[in-house]
């Protein structure tokens, strides 16, 4: 026996030995000794993601037990900003973890993503949810005024107490116990709906073996489907995929109506198949669930839970607004169709427009026009030369430098890392850019952060931000060269990117907070300048000859800048409309997700020749983007960026040193200071009207 203990005692310390290693080779649980402090990509393996969260987990419940332990009365730092700061290793791990799931996932990171979410749901709830906790962040909330606090810091402790509110946590325990199980399915089922989406994106190949049906096609779309089926194993033939650099000029030039067709349904019929990745089923359980969860927290429905944070306040309010914008733009459509039904009539077409062939005959108009088509313009936009145009744009605006560091870890070997200097040239982050599309990638474009900004001790930790899109990849021994959409997509995404980099605010939770119909101001507020003359000389350079873009292309650009703006605004429109009428309607019963949907765009008066821009069983802003009946905003910010844009035009300067440095500090560095539309008035000195809007879009 006592052998045997002895012998226990030694395997004992041997385990412990070989967990302690385990753990030392972890490079969550420890400090990165990287440069900047970036993730070590090149030491993350896949397996040290669950032992790090579930670590980061027991470490977070330490800092809020501390909290509850606390015996002195609760107070604004041994509360409010000890809540602020818990949770260090969470947000390490996690400001990793998602950003690659997004960027460059694989099967076993989406086993561990559903292994995970029950565990972080669990974890959460048992946080946001916590009664004990609640009352000390209520007891310094209800005292807030006789606290003397800053502006800053009496947000703080608002946000924080609303956010308790929002989840729950004054509910009585029984409902808390049911709220846990709503919050739990509601994050694996919208898990779920993006990986289903991500499989029928990636399943989908249009396979062409016959040169005759590349008819139309130009050189570079060819070229590129032919390095697509090489890398695929198809060399010989030619395959079109539905990432946007793919099946976008394809339907643009395609002269086979036939294929059009085909690839267009692959697009907008993911999701919807009736197979193991159909998401109707699971997007009707996604809503009866928000809005459950919505009548529990006192809501009429979820998109009255969800505008009542946002600038917009109620759900009415959304649909005048987008009402306003929807008949003339319907009406412009229309006027669009017709212009292009003319000419398949003229060319002895016995067909009438479908919305497979909208982008085609879009594309004819345009030539007709204004004598102009993508293949004129990509030569002058090279990846290179539109990063260059970002970059001095950003110089002149805000006095920002960039240089790209070739020794700092990434994730995926096509990465590129730039520091990013400020006016004084003091460092002001990191920002990583990722470019192409690649299976392990999810669909569009966007912004985030391996590291927020934040102060520590009163120490600047200064933010990684990454920018992710899905844009045209070289072909051959040409540089990738990009549509005017993906150049005005580089901008916005950019514009988040500075406002991830400004953002200024003491505390994590109101650093950079604004609300959902506010967010897309400092992204879009950027494409404006995309199209300025004065920029485009300096970016807009022949990837052969250097020349820069002719005044006559410029010129052509700018006459077309109203081009298709019915189509593209009546798309989008349908879509927010969609989107808002799921999260209004009375969903008690089964429901059957294609009627709905059809119900809601006949309701709105969508012709047939144009479908919503995100169908629902794609519609990934919604079901796991964060835009959930607030996919309006797009348009909500677009009147606040068009309107911020004319001020610049006003003082007839579109680089006003003075106008920078007020947006800057205004909407994009002091966001912890007063919410969307106080900010706004401080800098344009007045609200926004939505007419500049409407002139912007050719719909006034």
């Given at each position: 026996m006592?052998?045997?203990?002895?012998?226990?005692?030694?395997?004992?310390?041997?385990?412990?030995?070989?967990?302690?290693?385990?753990?030392?080779?972890?490079?969550?649980?420890?400090?990165?000794?990287?440069?900047?402090?970036?993730p070590?990509?090149?030491?993350?393996?896949?397996?040290?993601?669950?032992?790090?969260?579930?670590?980061?987990?027991?470490?977070?419940?330490?800092?809020?037990?501390?909290?509850?332990?606390?015996?002195?009365?609760?107070?604004?730092?041994?509360?409010?900003?000890?809540?602020?700061?818990?949770?260090?290793?969470?947000?390490?791990?996690?400001?990793?973890?998602?950003?690659?799931?997004?960027?460059?996932?694989?099967?076993?990171?989406?086993?561990?993503?559903?292994?995970?979410?029950?565990?972080?749901?669990?974890?959460?709830?048992?946080?946001?949810?916590?009664?004990?906790?609640?009352?000390?962040?209520k007891?310094?909330?209800?005292?807030r005024?006789?606290?003397?606090?800053?502006?800053?810091?009496?947000?703080?402790?608002?946000?924080i107490?609303?956010?308790?509110?929002?989840?729950?946590?004054?509910?009585?325990?029984?409902?808390?116990?049911?709220?846990?199980?709503?919050n739990?399915?509601?994050?694996?089922?919208?898990?779920?709906l993006?990986?289903?989406?991500?499989?029928?994106?990636?399943?989908?190949?249009?396979?062409?073996?016959?040169?005759?049906?590349?008819?139309?096609?130009?050189?570079?779309v060819?070229?590129?489907?032919?390095?697509?089926?090489?890398?695929?194993?198809?060399?010989?033939?030619?395959?079109?995929?539905?990432?946007?650099?793919?099946?976008?000029?394809?339907?643009?030039?395609?002269?086979?109506?036939?294929?059009?067709?085909?690839?267009?349904?692959?697009?907008?019929?993911?999701?919807?198949?009736?197979?193991?990745?159909?998401?109707?089923?699971?997007?009707?359980?996604?809503?009866?669930l928000?809005?459950?969860?919505?009548?529990?927290?006192?809501f009429?429905?979820?998109?009255?839970?969800?505008?009542?944070?946002?600038?917009?306040?109620?759900?009415?309010?959304?649909?005048?607004?987008?009402?306003?914008?929807?008949?003339?733009?319907?009406?412009?459509?229309?006027?669009?169709?017709d212009?292009?039904?003319?000419?398949?009539?003229?060319?002895?077409?016995?067909?009438?427009?479908?919305?497979?062939?909208?982008?085609?005959?879009?594309?004819?108009?345009?030539?007709?026009?204004?004598?102009?088509?993508?293949?004129?313009?990509?030569?002058?936009?090279?990846?290179?030369?539109?990063?260059?145009?970002v970059?001095?744009l950003?110089?002149?605006?805000?006095?920002?430098?960039?240089?790209?560091?070739?020794?700092?870890?990434?994730?995926h070997?096509?990465?590129?890392?730039?520091?990013?200097?400020?006016?004084?040239?003091?460092?002001l982050?990191?920002?990583?850019?990722?470019?192409?599309?690649?299976?392990?990638?999810?669909?569009?474009a966007?912004?985030?952060?391996?590291?927020?900004?934040?102060?520590?001790?009163?120490?600047?930790?200064?933010?990684?931000?990454?920018?992710?899109?899905?844009?045209a990849?070289?072909?051959?021994?040409?540089?990738?060269?990009?549509?005017?959409?993906?150049v005005?997509?580089?901008?916005?995404?950019?514009?988040?990117?500075?406002?991830?980099?400004?953002?200024?605010?003491?505390?994590?939770?109101?650093?950079?907070?604004?609300?959902?119909?506010?967010?897309?101001?400092p992204?879009?507020?950027?494409?404006?300048?995309?199209?300025?003359?004065?920029?485009?000389?300096?970016?807009?350079?022949?990837?052969?000859?250097?020349?820069?873009?002719?005044?006559?292309?410029?010129?052509?650009?700018?006459?077309?800048?109203?081009?298709?703006q019915?189509?593209?605004?009546?798309?989008?429109?349908?879509?927010?409309?969609?989107?808002?009428?799921?999260?209004?309607?009375?969903?008690?019963?089964?429901?059957?997700?294609?009627?709905?949907?059809?119900?809601?765009?006949?309701k709105?008066?969508?012709?047939?020749?144009?479908?919503?821009?995100?169908?629902?069983t794609?519609?990934?802003h919604?079901?796991?983007g964060?835009?959930?009946?607030?996919?309006?905003?797009?348009?909500w910010?677009?009147?606040?960026?068009?309107?911020?844009?004319?001020?610049?035009?006003?003082?007839?300067?579109?680089?006003?040193?003075?106008?920078?440095?007020?947006?800057?500090?205004?909407?994009?560095?002091?966001?912890?200071?007063?919410?969307?539309?106080?900010?706004?008035?401080?800098?344009?000195?007045?609200e926004?009207?939505?007419d500049?809007?409407?002139?912007?879009?050719?719909?006034k």
């Amino acid at each position: 026996m006592r052998k045997f203990i002895i012998v226990s005692l030694l395997a004992g310390i041997f385990l412990a030995g070989c967990n302690q290693k385990t753990e030392m080779k972890n490079p969550f649980l420890a400090d990165y000794n990287t440069p900047f402090n970036v993730p070590p990509f090149h030491l993350i393996q896949e397996d040290h993601y669950l032992p790090s969260f579930k670590e980061a987990m027991i470490q977070e419940k330490a800092d809020i037990d501390a909290i509850l332990n606390i015996q002195e009365p609760p107070d604004f730092n041994n509360t409010i900003v000890a809540f602020d700061n818990s949770g260090e290793l969470m947000r390490k791990v996690s400001g990793v973890f998602y950003r690659i799931t997004g960027a460059n996932t694989n099967p076993n990171l989406q086993a561990i993503a559903r292994e995970l979410t029950p565990l972080l749901s669990a974890h959460n709830n048992s946080i946001r949810l916590n009664e004990q906790l609640f009352e000390k962040i209520k007891a310094v909330y209800d005292k807030r005024h006789d606290l003397n606090l800053d502006v800053e810091q009496m947000r703080l402790v608002e946000k924080i107490y609303n956010d308790f509110a929002r989840n729950g946590a004054a509910l009585p325990p029984e409902q808390r116990d049911k709220l846990k199980q709503i919050n739990e399915r509601l994050s694996l089922v919208s898990l779920q709906l993006g990986e289903n989406l991500l499989a029928e994106t990636n399943d989908f190949k249009l396979v062409i073996d016959n040169t005759d049906d590349l008819a139309g096609l130009p050189d570079e779309v060819i070229s590129a489907a032919a390095d697509e089926a090489k890398q695929i194993d198809m060399e010989g033939k030619w395959v079109f995929t539905l990432q946007k650099p793919s099946w976008i000029p394809f339907l643009q030039y395609s002269e086979r109506r036939e294929l059009r067709e085909k690839l267009y349904r692959g697009y907008f019929m993911r999701g919807d198949n009736d197979n193991e990745n159909d998401n109707k089923a699971l997007f009707a359980e996604l809503l009866k669930l928000r809005d459950e969860r919505s009548k529990m927290l006192g809501f009429e429905n979820y998109a009255a839970f969800s505008t009542s944070d946002n600038m917009a306040k109620t759900p009415g309010n959304v649909y005048d607004f987008l009402l306003k914008v929807w008949d003339p733009a319907l009406k412009i459509a229309k006027q669009e169709r017709d212009e292009m039904q003319k000419i398949i009539d003229r060319e002895g077409g016995n067909f009438k427009l479908a919305s497979w062939d909208w982008w085609y005959y879009a594309e004819k108009v345009r030539k007709e026009k204004f004598d102009l088509n993508d293949d004129e313009l990509k030569p002058y936009f090279t990846k290179d030369n539109v990063r260059n145009g970002v970059f001095n744009l950003c110089e002149r605006l805000y006095g920002l430098t960039f240089k790209q560091h070739h020794d700092i870890p990434v994730y995926h070997e096509e990465v590129e890392v730039y520091e990013i200097f400020d006016n004084d040239g003091s460092h002001l982050g990191l920002l990583y850019m990722d470019n192409y599309p690649r299976p392990g990638k999810r669909a569009g474009a966007w912004c985030g952060t391996f590291r927020n900004g934040s102060y520590e001790n009163g120490k600047k930790i200064y933010p990684i931000v990454t920018i992710v899109t899905n844009f045209a990849r070289p072909v051959g021994d040409k540089p990738p060269m990009w549509t005017w959409d993906e150049v005005t997509t580089y901008f916005h995404e950019f514009g988040h990117g500075l406002h991830n980099l400004f953002a200024d605010g003491h505390y994590r939770r109101t650093s950079r907070d604004v609300p959902r119909d506010f967010v897309e101001l400092p992204s879009q507020v950027l494409e404006n300048w995309a199209g300025e003359p004065e920029i485009l000389k300096t970016y807009a350079l022949h990837y052969e000859t250097g020349e820069p873009i002719p005044d006559e292309l410029i010129n052509k650009l700018k006459e077309s800048s109203h081009f298709n703006q019915g189509f593209a605004t009546s798309e989008y429109i349908a879509a927010a409309i969609l989107d808002m009428d799921y999260h209004t309607m009375d969903i008690s019963g089964d429901l059957d997700i294609r009627a709905l949907e059809n119900a809601s765009m006949k309701k709105l008066g969508l012709i047939d020749e144009i479908i919503p821009r995100y169908r629902t069983t794609y519609f990934s802003h919604i079901f796991s983007g964060g835009y959930a009946a607030g996919y309006y905003v797009y348009l909500w910010a677009g009147v606040l960026d068009a309107d911020a844009f004319e001020a610049f035009k006003e003082s007839g300067d579109v680089f006003n040193p003075e106008l920078a440095s007020l947006f800057r500090k205004h909407i994009l560095a002091e966001n912890s200071l007063g919410e969307g539309m106080e900010q706004y008035v401080k800098f344009r000195g007045k609200e926004p009207s939505i007419d500049p809007l409407l002139r912007q879009r050719g719909l006034k």
